[in-house]
């Protein structure tokens, strides 16, 4: 029993132990203009920060549009339904937002298609 907790609390853990939180300009040179793509709300997604503060974004639902802006050390993403400002933590190209939610990192402005984000995983 005690391996198996303190194997979950090393999981936990490494998750964010080694990853860099990133400052507000950081975060606009390392996530604007790419990719990121990751699961959230049961369903897979892929969207790109566009350097005029617009997001395009592509899900199992379908395309989809936002916008994002930089506030202190914090980004704020703006959907037709919801918005948030959140911390942005780095390690390599996992992307750890505060809420410990994660999604990944990759040059480029290319959305992946539904079906390569699930054949991913």
């Given at each position: 029993?005690?391996i198996?907790l303190?194997?979950?609390?090393?999981?936990?853990?490494?998750?964010?132990?080694?990853?860099?939180?990133?400052?507000?300009?950081?975060?606009?040179?390392?996530?604007?203009?790419?990719?990121?793509?990751?699961?959230?709300?049961?369903?897979?997604?892929?969207?790109?920060?566009n350097?005029?503060?617009?997001?395009?974004?592509?899900?199992?639902?379908?395309?989809?549009?936002g916008r994002?802006?930089?506030?202190?050390?914090?980004i704020?993403?703006?959907?037709?339904?919801?918005?948030?400002?959140?911390?942005?933590?780095?390690?390599?190209?996992?992307?750890?937002?505060?809420?410990?939610?994660?999604?990944?990192?990759?040059?480029?402005?290319?959305?992946?298609?539904?079906?390569?984000?699930?054949?991913?995983?």
């Amino acid at each position: 029993m005690r391996i198996l907790l303190l194997a979950t609390v090393i999981a936990a853990l490494s998750t964010t132990a080694f990853a860099q939180s990133l400052s507000g300009d950081q975060i606009r040179e390392r996530l604007v203009g790419n990719t990121m793509s990751g699961f959230d709300d049961g369903e897979y997604y892929s969207q790109v920060l566009n350097p005029d503060g617009s997001i395009t974004g592509r899900s199992s639902s379908g395309s989809y549009r936002g916008r994002w802006n930089i506030s202190g050390n914090e980004i704020c993403l703006s959907y037709e339904s919801e918005s948030d400002c959140t911390g942005v933590k780095l390690r390599g190209s996992r992307i750890i937002w505060d809420d410990g939610t994660t999604a990944w990192l990759k040059s480029g402005t290319a959305l992946r298609p539904y079906k390569t984000l699930i054949n991913a995983k």
